[in-house]
């Protein structure tokens, strides 16, 4: 059996472009019988920016109920707390001490920070060492990320393979698991742009009733009549609505619109049906959302029982760890 590892960052309410970009694959995996999934939420990566406690425990709280809501099966996956798991601090301390400056140096999302005029603190920039850490406590095999996080996997694979050299094999090499370009949706925001929760352009997965209906009106559209034949392909409502509708009703939507006319749907009709769409696609889970919402203890049990799980493996690869280093 193969161990599926991915961290998630508590980092606000996650959006469409998290759920049709990450958190749908990690949830789709948990049928596959070959393998195990291990998620949790990076709490102690979000201390890196992270300065408001109130906020980061109901930023933790929603990617549990986020998870939990859209289907993750707490039999068939393990959920718990990054910070639940101390043990992935003693390995973050080992693998440091193997780790040389230079690899650090060179991770993209440490310089892209630096070029945007952050001041760093020590944690931004020993970051891919905690990930690194996080992976290897479980002995994972694939961790599906996205690919700004590539760079990170790869990282580990380097420093599991320091460590493996000096001590022996403690470390087992994890390989990214990165959706082909066909499967990866790219879901764009509001204004058109990537969405993401940076440029305010995002719509929160479980947003409903007036509020989405707001949001959905804020979609950018041009000033072209709806009798003017247009290219869908270039239109963010029907991007919008690729990820919601079957193929055959989008099929229809996308001819009246190439071919024009009287029958051709204005933006106002496109927005009505993504509004529909969503609301029924999420509906669901929406529910069961507020049904945990309601038992929070259930909640709580449920990442006290992942914790305990993943704190049994990761202690023993730090037990492993240990004695190969000489200090048991
Ligand atoms: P944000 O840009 O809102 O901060 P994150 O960088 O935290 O989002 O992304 C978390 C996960 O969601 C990553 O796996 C990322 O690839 C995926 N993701 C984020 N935005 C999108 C998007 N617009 N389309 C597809 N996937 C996305
Ligand atoms: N760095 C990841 C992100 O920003 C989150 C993360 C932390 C992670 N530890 C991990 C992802 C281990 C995969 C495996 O999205």
Redesign the pocket.
Known sequence: MKTV?????P?GRPHLGNYFG?IRQHIGLQERSDLRGYY?I?D??ALTSSREPALLREAVRDVALTYLALGLDPSRAVLFR?SDVKEVCELSWLLSCVTGMGLLERAH?YKDKLAKGLKPNVGLFT??I???A??LAYD?DL????K??IQ??EM?QDMAASFNALYGEVFRR?EPLVPDEAHLAKVPGLDGEKMSKSYGNDVWIFESGKELKKRVNSVATDSRPPEEPKDPAGIVLVQLLELFLDAAELAQWKERIRVGGAGAPGYGHLKQRLVEAMEARFADARARRDEYLRHPAEVDAILARGAEEARARAAATRDRALAACGLR
């Open positions: 590892l991915s961290g998630i960052q980092s990450a949790f990076a102690y990566h990054q999302s970051y891919p905690l990930m690194a996080d992976i994972s961790v599906p990320v996205g700004d996080q990170h996997v580990t994890p």
